[in-house]
């Protein structure tokens, strides 16, 4: 079973500052995809990055990159100039390959400061 | 276009009673999900369906928890008799076939069990 670990339950950081949550995971799969996914207080949860296990590049969408370590098994998100919107829970996702069943980290919520 | 939508939004039942929650996703999408978070924990998978077929129940806790999608179109998750553990606030999201492709989540039926 693929488990997703997200390690830091809160965080902050300053608008306009650099932030970078982390995720590891745990899979015997080699090929897979991973997302960073975003729910602002009281709203849907929506796709923020995501990661073809496959593909050796990172990820980018705009302030928005990600640090894919595969051998480590591991999947940071770095936001760079956070804004005030970026106020949000941060989940971490793994799929595998074979189907489409997600499996979800516990959360980071983040909050952006002033 | 329409996004996923969950009723209710809010449910508050006593111990011993049914409740049932409805997700209409998005049309033509073949995939939905239904997750569930207990406060402070991680999103957990319960179900995954394919159109009108059951892909993988596995996340599903026990015999009190019934899934359904008539038609291939939206899906009831019932819940008979509630027991306090089952708190929690469940999402349902959809996706169209395909790997890795996003899953677009609703706003998630936030049920207490008192």
Redesign the interface.
């Known amino acids: 079973a693929q488990t997703?670990t997200?390690s830091q339950?809160e965080m902050s950081v300053q608008e306009a500052e650099t932030v970078t949550l982390s995720c590891t995971y745990d899979t015997s799969e080699n090929n897979y995809?991973l997302f960073w996914?975003k729910q602002p207080p009281s709203?849907?949860?929506?796709?923020v990055i995501?990661q073809?296990a496959y593909k050796q590049q990172n990820a980018t969408e705009n302030r928005f990159s990600v640090n894919f370590q595969k051998a480590a098994k591991s999947f940071s998100l770095k936001i760079s100039d956070s804004q005030l919107g970026d106020t949000a829970m941060y989940?971490c996702a793994f799929?595998p390959?074979h189907?489409?069943?997600?499996?979800?980290?516990?959360?980071t919520r983040l909050t952006v400061k002033p | 276009e329409a996004g996923v939508t969950q009723f209710p939004s809010h449910s508050v039942i006593e111990k011993g009673q049914t409740v049932t929650l409805r997700c209409d996703p998005i049309s033509g999408h073949d995939n939905l999900y239904w997750y569930r978070r207990v406060m402070g924990k991680e999103i957990k998978f319960l179900l995954h369906f394919v159109k009108e077929s059951k892909q993988d129940e596995s996340g599903m806790p026990n015999n009190r928890f019934l899934a359904e999608r008539t038609g291939g179109t939206y899906s009831t998750l019932k819940v008979q008799p509630a027991e306090l553990e089952d708190s929690g606030v469940y999402f349902c999201a959809s996706s169209l076939r395909g790997r890795g492709t996003e899953a677009f989540f609703g706003q998630g039926t936030r049920l207490t069990v008192v």
């Open positions: 997703v997200q339950p995809y996914y709203r849907q949860m929506i796709l995501r073809e989940f799929e390959l189907n489409n069943d997600m499996r979800f980290g516990a959360g």
